[in-house]
């Protein structure tokens, strides 16, 4: 999947600000809907899996990225003060290992729930920081090429999750949004039963949205 989208968002959100105007400032009891599209990247080493019960050794694996539309929904609970639920349509993956290729591929969906605080939300550009809770749900998943006919299990996970972002206002109820995120993601694997050990895949998550206050 493409790597160039943090750069084509930040391009995009740099466009739009130059015509953003004022008037998009939460208060205690709106809510907002933010609808979008993000890219989970996983980060570059994901770690080892133990391939003894399967007759091999040391197994590095790679999970690769994937872009999906995001929808996210939050209720202010003070002035700038939220909480964001985000939900996605499933993100898929593949899996590699190093000097084998790809060996499967899984679909997940990731959603978080965040605290979140918005800085200078009645101004042209509002950042926010939020942290949280991430479960990430496995599902789907399909063994490939040296590991074909096997079954293929990654096991669901929870884990800490972080989020920093802009708003850039564009009208009374409306905002372009551009975020990251990260989340705390180690799913245990399992093929034909076995327990391999856990791909550590603690991705950063790229995206834009469009977000209507109401």
């Known amino acids: ?6 750069l084509i968002l930040a391009g995009l959100a740099a466009t739009i600000a130059t015509a953003a105007t004022p008037a998009f400032a939460q208060s205690r ?3 907002t809907l933010g609808v979008g599209v993000h890219q989970v990247n996983p980060k570059s080493d994901n770690g080892a899996l133990d391939g003894t019960a399967l007759g091999l050794g040391r197994l590095p694996v790679e999970v690769d990225s994937d872009i999906s539309p995001t929808v996210t929904l939050e209720y202010f609970i003070a002035d700038d003060m939220g909480i964001e639920v985000l939900a996605a349509l499933p993100f898929k993956h593949e899996i590699s290992i190093d000097g084998v290729g790809i060996v499967g591929e899984t679909k997940q969906l990731p959603p978080v729930v965040s605290f979140q605080y918005h800085f200078n939300s009645a101004g042209k550009v ?10 990430t749900a496995f599902f789907s998943e399909e063994s490939k090429g ?3 006919g096997t079954r293929l299990k990654l096991e ?8 920093a972002g802009l708003d850039f206002k564009v009208g009374d109820r409306g905002a372009l949004r551009v975020d990251v995120r990260w989340a705390d993601i180690d ?6 039963g076995a327990k391999l050990g856990s791909a550590n895949i603690d991705p950063l998550v790229y995206g834009a949205a469009y977000v209507w206050k109401f």
């Open 146 to 148: 040296a590991l074909a």
């Open 187 to 192: 799913a245990k694997v399992e093929v034909n």
């Open 29 to 31: 009891g709106d809510w």
């Open 126 to 135: 509002s950042p926010f920081l939020g942290a949280g809770i991430n479960y």
């Open 1 to 6: 999947m493409p790597k160039t989208l943090p």
């Open 156 to 163: 669901d996970s929870w884990g800490l999750a972080a989020h």
